[in-house]
């Protein structure tokens, strides 16, 4: 391959490991493969965590907003399967699916979010040290 098609394409390097003591109920029944098909799902629904596309985001936020739809849409508006209904329905959290319509107005009626500081703005703050004097 060539040598820039390498590092694109290859995994990313461990950066840090740590271990964490994780708790819970031992008699509960755990199973990676759920974990493993909600990542699927995600991945086949968001284009966002492809890289190499026009959909990949660039900015946290943007990225932020698109998965809470996301999480949003999948359990309130979709009727799944096994459950012939939506995940909210089926825990009594929402006594009727969602429409798209009533999810959108839900985002629109949420205040925004204020604006983040971008990358030009943080390089403002830097300052260019000539010849190892500022």
Not at 5 to 12: E, F, I, L, N, V
Not at 29 to 52: C, D, G, H, P
Not at 72 to 91: D, G, Q, S, V
Request: hydrophobic residues 40%; positive net charge.
């Amino acid at each position: 391959m060539v040598k820039e098609a390498q590092g694109r394409y290859s995994p990313a390097a461990v950066v840090a490991v740590s271990r964490d003591v994780v708790s819970g109920d031992p008699k509960q029944y755990v199973s990676t493969s759920y974990v493993e098909r909600q990542n699927l799902s995600l991945r086949m629904a968001l284009r966002r965590f492809t890289r190499l596309t026009n959909g990949f985001s660039k900015k946290l936020d943007n990225h932020v907003a698109a998965v809470a739809l996301y999480v949003a849409h999948y359990n309130l508006c979709r009727a799944h399967e096994a459950l012939r209904t939506t995940p909210a329905k089926a825990l009594g959290v929402a006594d009727k699916a969602w429409s798209i319509a009533q999810l959108v107005g839900a985002a629109r009626s949420v205040a925004p979010a204020l604006p983040t500081e971008t990358p030009p703005d943080r390089r403002r703050k830097f300052t260019v040290i000539e010849g190892g004097r500022p």
